[in-house]
């Protein structure tokens, strides 16, 4: 598990990439105009419409959808970020006293069975995804095969208890949501991992560079020293993160017009197309995205809040971009197909069933 | 370093808002406690990591510099400057897809019009009921038609102009929001309250409290609600806790 933090590095490069990057301090400066404009519109309002009517009127219009924009967003991170510090405080300490290796030597020898029972294992390794796929790494160079593996690294990340009590806390209007969300996350993980076990000689998928890496040995860094660093570093991963989700959670709330919720989110079948989409851009982690979830719950049909809660831990552009490590491409384009129609299948069950 | 001082900062903006009783603003009640525990963890830890750096050299050296980053920064900086808003007029607005107001949603018809009162036999109700959440959940459970006509009730919330949606301008409504986790699925509830001079003296967004008797009115040609009548209504100050909770 040594490479977590330098793979979710690289996970964090890749998004990082694909924006446009700018310097710190170009982050500061653009920090602080905002944020004088801001005090300046609100506390000094009425100085403002003295002087220029026009904008001031225009600004009277806005102002109050910037606040409510803030309100939303910051609501997201301070309900999120209790669940967040939890989850990677849980992860940091595994990481510290469960060795896989004793984990390992107690699978059953049943491939079927097995495949079941790794699904599960994320109850005893809460990691979030972005953690899984060096962990997955970690099992396979240890001897796990492909289909196994896979199962796992679907799995995992949905079914695992801050996952869970975090969507059993944000969805506790609507129990139902959890329940669909475990189910569906099974369903097709196992549904993907079958598919795979009849596929001949399934290591065909792995990268070379993966395979190579296979045959060095891992070992486990424990020190507290270490564990302080861990938490500090998927600690910051996560944040940003958090912040990029609830900035895109509370617009879409704010500024996309009501009229065009109502109608895409109506519908049973473009809601869960939307909901897939939304997922797969935006990348963020299974610990938070269901508070990120809550903005559409209202507006967007069951289903597809479903869908969403299902595929997005599973595969996104983040997700590919780690995966890549391990993976070959054609598998992974495979793989991301596979998972979202089986996440709309469950989300078409959960609509209209 | 850089890292820490963003998560510390998170870390002392939630302790800020519990220090200044506003994290209501923005989560469940329920929550309040865990969220202040885990910040206070979070904190620990962070500082843990400052003590064991003390001998190393405080180089301000921060990570690959990052449109996210500086998002962070933004958001941070928006966050402490800014004094907590709850959601108001503008977000009800926003948010009317899903609003329950007077009772009946979506078009539900009392369709029932027997005589008769709501009081005994909404069965799991108590009376008196202090919430607009708690009137709707009742008027909802009734089918009688203007079964609860004439009872007294004490309201709180903010006004909001319902604007051409009504035939009467004399009306405003008596709004709050509802929240089951936090403000962001805050879902918009309220009551009409009949009153010819409102826009004088109360405008929108401003907190009152309303006394006054129910009455089901019937709005245009399908739509009927409660509103309240012969009402008293004094200025408060905005509450405490700015939204309704779910038990």
Redo the contacts between chains.
């Keep these: 598990m040594k490479n977590l933090a330098l793979v979710c590095q690289e996970c964090q490069w890749f998004t990082i990439n694909l924006v446009k990057r700018a310097g710190l301090k170009w982050g500061i400066v653009i920090a602080t105009i905002v944020a004088v404009n801001v005090w300046l519109a609100t506390h000094q309002f009425e100085v403002m419409r003295f002087y220029n009517g026009g904008f001031g009127e225009a600004w009277a219009n806005i102002a109050p959808k910037l606040q409510d924009f803030l309100t939303l967003l910051l609501s997201v991170i301070v309900e999120a970020l209790p669940f967040i510090i939890l989850g990677v405080l849980v992860s940091v300490l595994v990481q510290r006293f469960v060795s896989t290796e004793k984990l390992f030597r107690y699978l059953p020898k049943n491939t079927h069975l097995r495949r079941i029972i790794l699904s599960f294992l994320g109850v005893f390794l809460p990691v979030c995804e972005c953690g899984n796929v060096p962990v997955a790494r970690g099992l396979m160079a240890k001897g796990l095969s492909v289909p196994e593996a896979v199962t796992f690294l679907l799995a995992a990340p949905v079914i695992n208890p801050i996952t869970i009590l975090a969507t059993w806390e944000a969805f506790s209007f609507d129990r139902s949501i959890t329940i669909w969300r475990v189910v569906g996350a099974f369903l097709v993980a196992q549904l993907i991992g079958l598919a795979l076990s009849y596929v001949k000689r399934p290591e065909r998928v792995l990268t070379d560079e993966f395979q190579a890496y296979c045959k060095e040995a891992t070992h486990t860094h424990r020190s507290w020293k270490y564990s302080a660093y861990l938490y500090r570093d998927e600690m910051w991963l996560m944040l940003r993160m958090l912040v990029l989700g609830a900035v895109i959670a509370a617009a879409t709330q704010v500024f996309i017009p009501r009229d065009i919720l109502a109608t895409v989110g109506g519908d049973p079948i473009l809601s869960i197309i939307a909901m897939l989409l939304l997922g797969f851009i935006i990348s963020i982690c299974s610990s938070m995205d269901a508070f990120f979830a809550l903005a559409y719950a209202k507006t967007f049909t069951s289903g597809s809040i479903v869908s969403f809660l299902v595929a997005g831990p599973m595969v996104d552009i983040k997700m590919l971009a780690l995966l890549k490590t391990t993976f070959r491409l054609p598998f992974l384009i495979i793989l991301t197909a596979a998972i979202l129609i089986g996440s709309f299948g469950v989300g078409l069950l959960v609509n209209y069933g | 370093m850089?890292?820490?001082a963003?998560?510390i900062a998170?870390s002392l903006y939630?302790l800020k808002?519990a220090a200044e009783g506003d994290?209501t603003?923005?989560?469940h009640p329920r929550?309040v406690a865990?969220?202040v525990?885990?910040?206070l963890?979070?904190l620990a830890?962070?500082l843990?990591?400052l003590i064991?750096n003390r001998r190393k050299h405080f180089a301000l050296r921060?990570?690959?510099?990052?449109?996210?980053?500086?998002?962070?920064?933004?958001?941070?900086?928006?966050?402490f400057?800014?004094p907590?808003?709850?959601?108001?007029?503008?977000?009800v607005e926003?948010?009317?897809?899903?609003a329950r107001v007077g009772g009946l949603s979506s078009g539900k018809l009392v369709t029932s019009s027997s005589a008769g009162t709501c009081r005994e036999e909404a069965a799991g109700i108590e009376l008196p009921l202090t919430t607009i959440d708690g009137w709707l959940t009742a008027f909802y459970a009734c089918d009688v038609d203007g079964g609860f006509n004439g009872h007294r009730i004490t309201l709180e919330g903010f006004v909001y102009d319902p604007r051409g949606q009504l035939v009467s301008d004399n009306i405003f409504q008596l709004s709050r929001f509802f929240v089951?986790?936090?403000?962001?699925?805050a879902?918009p509830i309220g009551l009409y309250v009949d009153e010819p001079n409102w826009r004088d003296e109360h405008p929108a967004d401003s907190w009152v409290r309303v006394e006054g008797a129910l009455e089901m009115r019937q709005f245009g040609a399908d739509k009927k609600m409660y509103v309240i009548k012969d009402a008293h209504i004094t200025p408060i100050p905005e509450p405490d806790d700015p939204y309704e909770y779910?038990r």
């Excluded at chain 2, 449109?67 to 966050?79: N, R």
């Excluded at chain 2, 089951?180 to 699925?185: E, G, H, P, Q």
């Design positions: 850089g890292k820490l963003v998560i998170f939630i808002l994290l603003v923005y989560i929550y865990f969220t525990t885990m910040a963890v979070s830890i962070s843990s990591i064991m921060l990570t690959r510099p990052s449109i996210l980053t500086a998002l962070c920064l933004v958001v941070l900086v928006l966050a400057v800014l907590p808003r709850p959601l108001m007029s503008s977000a926003q948010k009317s897809n899903n089951s986790c936090c403000a962001v699925d879902s779910m």
